[in-house]
């Protein structure tokens, strides 16, 4: 049981994001993860954290995230989108509010009237049915508009949710104020007046014109600050006073901060800057905010709840669904919207569980308490589950999700490790050469040697050694490292069909392969033979296996040892190079990489993509300088490409760089680091790392002994 509060925080963060990756692994919202994490660590689950010891700690993380939620919750309510569309808003907010009240009223009435075995139905039954069916029209801004803004959507369906969810919970309010009106008077407390629906009235109102001058006033700063983090201090210092200012005055800080949002991409300048430095500081904010919410679940309320849960949860989803299908027949939307929005409104958490506080803190509703709240919470827990899921599946079926986002989600680690995996275990895809064959050097000087160790990528490295062989002016070598106890057990037979692949892709080519087999341990090989044979360069390729990397024990001591250039090969998808990606950090890598660049240009005049990462820091005309720099070497350097494009960036992120770039290249040739053994594990490899994440194959090119290593490589 963990009592500090920052060792909490901790633990949600870290838990909370890595079961978020695993639910991302089996096509589930991330806020799905949240939820199971928040459930694991809470008294439902291992115990770890507990609502007594640290939730309440943490409570003005919540706050501070529902207003942020709400703020975003704003941006995507824009007239200009909603052009035509106030109408279906309208409609389908209305009658799935209604219907939804209803179903759930008169279907909860209908079970506790049953299981009671009354004769007739008794006041209680009436108060408990009606206030359900007034928890139930709230829905879950902060679950829509995360798994809205994970899969980038952007469109009709996506502006019309999160408009319908924001005059949902703005119906909500109004609709349980007057229920608990109703209520009261039921009881004998006091009567239904106009006083009490007027008071309702007043709290939407009130929260609004909070909202619109919480807005005005964030707008008004922003035109008079520039600086990001300026903004965003001014920006988060007004929601924060907005949010605790509509608690001060028992209003609604989620129809604020929505307002608010509202007002600011509405107003004729429309400046959406805060939105997007909000949307980079918030990520763990909401991580501890739905994370948290998983630790106040109870899973034992779904037992409680028994059979009044069980109708709560069914009825509001059907009334949900069909009020949302019924509006938006009426305003004569499309088949898309009349369809799936309903799904998309099935998420229940934050408002439901304030009203369930509201509730269990009147004293005159302390009856009805006991079984309203796990009830709701039973509904929470079911809904949060499928609801994310629900959400993403009516986008997908709008077609508004950004697939570029999802791909890269990765964060895309994850869609990394499924493209990947895809290619696990499976010989490299190689395009048929069509260039017929390039003519042999009349007096070859030396041998390009590869090194095969696996048939799935031998003819691929032949292609890659021959290549480079026509470049050198010399002939492909083919080694094989076999144990000493294996010597002279093949017979010659038996050694032609080991090196066919290697004969006949040389021969596509037409070039003669020279062949060997050494026997002994494979690194000591390649070097024997590299050095027998005055080599101009080695051809390696990585292992076909999930952990590329466990091929660096070969190559440490192949590369200490060689005096010629090591090209390491990895393979992913098609093997072809038509447009190359050469990213470096020092230019002094480019003398490294030259000699394999213009062999690459030689078999099929590619299209260079050389990419200069800088300093983050570094500014719009240090990148200018740099890229004009590289362009002249370029020039008078690197000729018969078909197209060289330079680039100079400011890289926050080396591989983010160069993974972005890469989709739209075939090959990457980059350099290796420098650093051995601890050095490479304290500072890393950017080579490894790409090679570890990339979608492309990729060429690691190692200096050789008789080159000078760049010394910036790779820091």
Known sequence: MINDATFGIAVLLGTGLAIAKFAQMLRLPSVTGFILAGLLLGESGLGIITVDLLGYQLDHFTSIALMLIAFGIGEHVELRRLDGMGRDVAYIAVFQALLGFTLVTLFILQITWLIAGTESITRHQVILSLLLGAISVATAPATTLHVVRELGSRGPMTSTLMAVVAATDALAIMIFGITVSTA??????EGFSIAS???CCYEIAASLLVGILTGLLIDKALDKLHNNGEMLTAGLALLLLCGELTRQL?????LAGMMAGFVMINRAERDVRLFR????FEPPIYVLFFTLAGVHLDLSALKLA??????????????KYCGSWLGAYLSGANKHLRNFIGLALIPQAGVAIGFVFMVSTDPQLADWSSTITPVVLAGVVLSELCGPLLVRITMKKAGEINQELVRKQPGSALSRLFSLEASHGKSPALEPWTKGEIQPPASPIGMVVVGIYH????RALTRVATILAHHFDALPLAVRAHK???ENKLSPEERQDLFFPETDEAATLGYPMQTEIIYEQRASALIAATREHKAKALVLGYPISRDPLKFQKILDPVTANVRCPVVAVRFVGTMTWGRILIPFIQPEELDVLLPIIEAMITSCHPQLTFQHLLFADSTLDESRAQEKKLENWASSTVYDADSIRCLAEASESRLESILREARYHDLIIMSASQFKGTKRRIFGSLANVVVENCKNPVFVVYPGQDQAAPSGADR
Do not use: D, Q
């Open 184 to 189: 009261h008077n039921l009881i004998g407390m």
């Open 197 to 199: 629906l007027l008071f």
């Open 250 to 254: 028992h209003l609604s800080p989620l």
């Open 277 to 280: 430095i909000i949307n980079g």
């Open 306 to 319: 028994g059979w009044v849960g069980i109708a709560y949860f069914f009825a509001r989803i059907i009334g």
């Open 455 to 458: 048939f799935a990528t031998a």
């Open 484 to 486: 000493r106890k294996e």
